[in-house]
Each structure stands twice: as structure tokens, then as C-alpha cells.
């Protein structure tokens, strides 16, 4: 072999010429706090995680069975189709009647995805192109705006916290804004604030869809986890919603399959044939064993994702409780994974990705910064009620522990 020296070329520094598009995404915010995070682990220190609404809990047994099940026939391991199997497609379009009587035809209205997430970014990238305009909400779940970006497309952040003041915003900007946002992101319940909806919403933005003539993508991921009664609206069940535009619903959340990438794009048949063009070039659809559990998991699951809701609505009280009885001004979320807590005095000053390493590197406790989800994120901390409710207790305990000095300091 040839030394290093007499390699032709071989000093001359060589730089990896990334495409423009790579540099419309911002420098990754949570890199201080995902490494002490990680060092953290590696010292063997244990750390409450309440970053990510990333489940803990596994799927129901059923669900699991299945999949062993599908995994022995040797004819699930071929490439699946990229739309998804047919008795799935058939399986969401019934749970869509079940639920929300809404009428889809499984062969045009529905589409499978890898994960709600691939869909919606592929979804973008079928939409959206130099010169076009996306409203998203404010604060922002990072992929409704960066799918947008990596399309080429711009982005209009609009404060989701007060729905209707959004819609008054959304109707505004469509009056002013030349030329008018082609499309309009909505994810109630919203991933990070909470904020969640009445069937109305949907129908004034409907109405606006079609006076302004702009497409809508509804991100739906916390359809199943809803509490205290609250059910959380389906932008398709709107009368003429189907006309204008889509929804995306996961199996992430309400059967915690959120690693087995598997979720849905239903509605606009257009839309979704936009969708199925794309994802036809990348892909080969979703390993065949899991969509066949998917299926059962829809058809035979409703009472674990029903108890799955439940025990979310108890850690829920346990969280929001607990910081309540230590000052913090709370409110319960009505639906949804995420506790969205206004900083309290006196670390309110110190921004959020200053006080969430405090609380890391203090009391062992991960939570998302607000600063994370844009600038109207700031002065809150996301918490994701994923751990069970002594965990969710002891979160409490040492959050109380690392903040209780300071606190009676400043009074
Ligand atoms: C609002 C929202 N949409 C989509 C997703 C992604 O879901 P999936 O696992 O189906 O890709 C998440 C996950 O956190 C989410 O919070």
C-alpha cells in the first residue's frame, strides 16, 4: 500500500458541497442538552425523560402476537406497495366511518405511510415549491415547518395557542399576502401548546380554504389520547373538507407503535395521489408484518387505546398537579402527550434552554425547551407525560428539590 505522502491529492482538504436546501435548516438547539443527556447515561446517572412524546409503553399483547405471527410467513419479507395493503387501507377507512363517521374509499381517499411524519414531509414536498407560501402553526412541531423548507417553499408562523385569533390571522394574511399561502398546516391537538379545538374551527377554515382557495394538511397524531370526555375533532369530518384537504393519523401515539412507522394520509383524492406519486419513487412501502398487525390492532384494540388515554389522563394529573402544589401556574391540557409549563419566576429570565440543562443537570429531569418550537416557544417548557406516574412523581420531588432554594431566595 501506497503511504499516505505518496497518495496523488492526498493534503488537499476536501469539503462535502451539501445542497442549498440543507442550509434552510437552522443549527440544532437541543445538541447541548441531548450530550449532557447522554453523558449523564454513560455515568450510569438516572435520568427522567420527558423530552420526546416518545411512548414507553409497548403495544397491546395482541398487537405484538400478531406480528410474530406475520413475521413466520416468509411471503410478508417481500417488498410490500408503497400505498399500503388493501384490507389496511380498508381497515382505516371503517375506524374513519366508526369514529368520526366519516365515508373514505380505501382505493383513492387513503394512503399508508412510514409514520405520519414521512407522509407529511413527502406530502410537502408534493405541494409545495419555489415562490409558494405555507401558514404553520405557531408554536411550531419542527417537521411543519422544516418540510415546507426542504421543499423549497416559505413558511408564515401564525400563534395557534388562541384557534380563533389564528383563523382571524389566517383570513388576514390570505386578504394582504401577495401570492396568497397555497397551504395551510393546522395539528390540534397541538404538539407543543396543547391548544385543542371544537368541530367549528374546521368548519371556518373550510370556509376560508375555499374563499381563498388554499389546501390544508391536518396533522392529527393525537387524535386517540383525549381526556376527561374531550374528543378532539377530525378536520374531515367537515362538510367539504375532502375537497380541500388531507389528514394525517399515526399509529404512534394511541397504540404506542411509534417504532414500527406506520400511520396514514386520508381525504382529497388528489392530494393523495400526489402523495402516492412521490412515495412511489421512494419507496417500497411499510414491512408487510406490520401493517397485517396494524390491522388488527384497528379492528381489535379500541379498549387498549381507550385504557391507554386513561392512564395518560392520570399522569397528566400527576404532573400538573405536582408543579401546581410547587408554584408553577399550570393548566391541564385536555388532550394530547405534553404539559406546556409558562416558566416559573424567578428562572423566567434565564430562557428556556438555560432552565431545562437546570433541571437536567440538577434534578436529572428531561424536558423539551419552548425555545425548540420557535420563538413563540420561549418562556415554556414542553413535558412529556411518557414515564409512568411514580417516575412522573419523583420528576416532581427532584424538580422541587433543585428550584426550592432559589425560589425562596427571591421571595
Ligand atoms: C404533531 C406530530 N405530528 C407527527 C408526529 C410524528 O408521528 P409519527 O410517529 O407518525 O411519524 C409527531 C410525533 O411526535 C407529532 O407530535
Redesign the pocket.
Known sequence: MRSESEVPFADVPFTIPVADRMKRLPPYLFGKINKLKYQKRVAGIDVIDLGM?NPTDAPDPLIQQKLAEALADPKNHRYSVSNGIGNLRKEVSKRYFKKYGVHLNPDNEVIATI????G?SHMCLALMGPGDTAIIPSPT?PIHMYSVMLAAGNCIALDVRDPYEFLRNVAYTCEHLVPKPKLVIV?FPH?PSSTTIQQDFFVELVALAKKYNFLVIS?F?YADICFEGYQAPSFLATPGAINVGVEFT?M?KGYSM?GWRI?FCCGNAEMVRALATIKGYYDYGIFQAIQIAAIVAMRHCDAAVESLAAEYEIRRNVLCEGLSRLGWNIQKPKAGMFVWAPIPEPWAQMGSIDFAMKLLDEAGVAVSPGRGFGEDGEGYLRLAIVENSNRLRQAVREIGRCTRVEAAKAS
Not at 409514520?115 to 414521512?118: A, L, M, R
Open positions: 412524546g409514520g405520519s411524519k414521512e407529511f412541531f395539528n404538539n396533522d397524531a399515526t404512534s411509534a400511520g
